[in-house]
C-alpha cells in the first residue's frame, strides 16, 4: 500500500517537533546555568561587599545597564553612566596602543576612594572601596 | 611637593630610578593637556601616549569631581594584558610609567 503524502507531512512535523524540543531542553539547560551563575555571582558580590572598606559593589554590562547593585539606584545610574564610559575610553586607549592588546582592569584612585573595574566579557564589575580603610 | 628645593637632579634621579625598576618600559613626565616635558620614549611614543593618557586622565579627573566636588584624582591605573600604565597627576603636571606588569611578578 502507497504511504498516503498527509503522513509524510506528519513525519516532518514530528521531526521538527523533535528538533524543537531538543532545542528547548538546550535552552533549559543553558537558563539552569544560568541561575545558578546568578547565585554564584550574589555570593561573589557578597563576598567582596564583607570585605573592610569596601563600600559597593556594581555589576553592568559595558554600555552601563545595572545587572547587580549594592548602592542606591540613584548612585548605582550614577556611577555605571560615568564609569562605563571611562572605562570604554581605556579600554580603546590600550586598543588604540596595540590592536592584540586588552584591557584588564582599571583602578580611579582619589582622595577618598579607589574604585575598581574590571571588565569581562562585554560585562564590568566596579567596585568602591575606601583605600583608607585597607591600610 | 617644595618646589623651591628640588632641581633638575632630583628629577632625573628620580626618572632614572623609575626607569631602573625590572619590566618598566617607559616613563613620561607630561603637562595636563599633554605636553611633553620629559620621555624615556621615542618622539613619536611619546606623542601618542600624552595625547590619550592626558585624555584619560581629564576624564577620570571630571568623573571623581561629578561624584564628590571634594575630591581629587590621586592615581590612575590602566592594566591590559601586555602592559600596565601608571598615571599620577599633580597639579598641573602628570607623570606615566609605563611597564610590563608580567615582568613585576615575583
Same mark, same amino acid.
Given at each position: 500500500?502507497?504511504?498516503?503524502?498527509?503522513?509524510?507531512?506528519?513525519?516532518?512535523?514530528?521531526?521538527?517537533?523533535?528538533?524543537?524540543?531538543?532545542?528547548?531542553?538546550?535552552?533549559?539547560?543553558?537558563?539552569?546555568?544560568?541561575?545558578?551563575? $546568578?547565585?554564584?555571582? =550574589?555570593?561573589?558580590?557578597? +563576598?567582596? +561587599?564583607?570585605?573592610?572598606?569596601?563600600?559597593?559593589?556594581?555589576?553592568?554590562?559595558? =554600555?552601563? $545597564?545595572?545587572?547587580?547593585?549594592?548602592?542606591?539606584?540613584?548612585?548605582?545610574?550614577?556611577?555605571?553612566?560615568?564609569?562605563?564610559?571611562?572605562?570604554?575610553? $581605556?579600554?580603546?586607549?590600550?586598543?588604540?596602543?596595540?590592536?592584540?592588546?586588552?584591557?584588564?582592569?582599571? +583602578?580611579? +584612585?582619589?582622595?577618598?576612594?579607589?574604585?575598581?573595574?574590571?571588565?569581562?566579557?562585554?560585562?564590568?564589575?566596579?567596585?568602591?572601596?575606601?583605600?583608607?580603610?585597607?591600610? | 611637593?617644595?618646589?623651591? #628645593?628640588? #632641581?633638575?637632579?632630583? !628629577?632625573?634621579?628620580?626618572?632614572?630610578?623609575? /626607569?631602573?625598576?625590572?619590566? !618598566?618600559?617607559?616613563?613620561?613626565?607630561?603637562?595636563?593637556?599633554?605636553?611633553?616635558?620629559?620621555?624615556?620614549?621615542?618622539?613619536?611614543?611619546?606623542?601618542?601616549?600624552?595625547?590619550?593618557?592626558?585624555?584619560?586622565?581629564?576624564?577620570?579627573?571630571?568623573?571623581?569631581?561629578?561624584?564628590?566636588?571634594?575630591?581629587?584624582?590621586?592615581?590612575?591605573?590602566?592594566?591590559? /594584558?601586555?602592559?600596565?600604565?601608571? !598615571?599620577? &597627576?599633580?597639579?598641573?603636571? !602628570?607623570?606615566?610609567?609605563?611597564?610590563? &606588569?608580567?615582568?613585576?611578578?615575583?
Amino acid at each position: 500500500e502507497r504511504v498516503p503524502p498527509s503522513f509524510h507531512q506528519r513525519a516532518t512535523r514530528m521531526q521538527e517537533c523533535t528538533v524543537q524540543y531538543t532545542a528547548s531542553v538546550e535552552v533549559f539547560e543553558q537558563v539552569n546555568m544560568a541561575t545558578n551563575t $546568578a547565585s554564584e555571582v =550574589e555570593e561573589t558580590m557578597a +563576598r567582596i +561587599r564583607s570585605h573592610k572598606g569596601v563600600e559597593g559593589v556594581v555589576i553592568m554590562t559595558k =554600555e552601563g $545597564a545595572i545587572i547587580q547593585s549594592s548602592l542606591s539606584e540613584d548612585q548605582s545610574k550614577q556611577h555605571a553612566a560615568l564609569i562605563s564610559s571611562l572605562t570604554e575610553k $581605556a579600554s580603546l586607549l590600550i586598543q588604540t596602543l596595540d590592536p592584540d592588546d586588552d584591557l584588564n582592569f582599571l +583602578r580611579i +584612585r582619589s582622595k577618598k576612594k579607589e574604585i575598581m573595574v574590571a571588565p569581562d566579557n562585554g560585562f564590568l564589575m566596579m567596585v568602591i572601596q575606601n583605600p583608607n580603610a585597607v591600610e | 611637593m617644595a618646589s623651591g #628645593n628640588i #632641581n633638575v637632579s632630583d !628629577v632625573e634621579e628620580t626618572l632614572a630610578r623609575i /626607569k631602573s625598576h625590572k619590566g !618598566v618600559e617607559g616613563v613620561v613626565i607630561m603637562t595636563k593637556e599633554g605636553a611633553i616635558i620629559q620621555s624615556s620614549l621615542s618622539e613619536e611614543d611619546s606623542k601618542e601616549y600624552a595625547a590619550l593618557i592626558s585624555s584619560l586622565t581629564e576624564k577620570a579627573s571630571s568623573l571623581v569631581d561629578t561624584l564628590d566636588a571634594d575630591d581629587e584624582l590621586n592615581f590612575l591605573r590602566v592594566r591590559s /594584558k601586555k602592559k600596565e600604565i601608571m !598615571v599620577a &597627576p599633580e597639579g598641573s603636571f !602628570v607623570l606615566v610609567v609605563i611597564q610590563n &606588569p608580567n615582568a613585576t611578578i615575583d
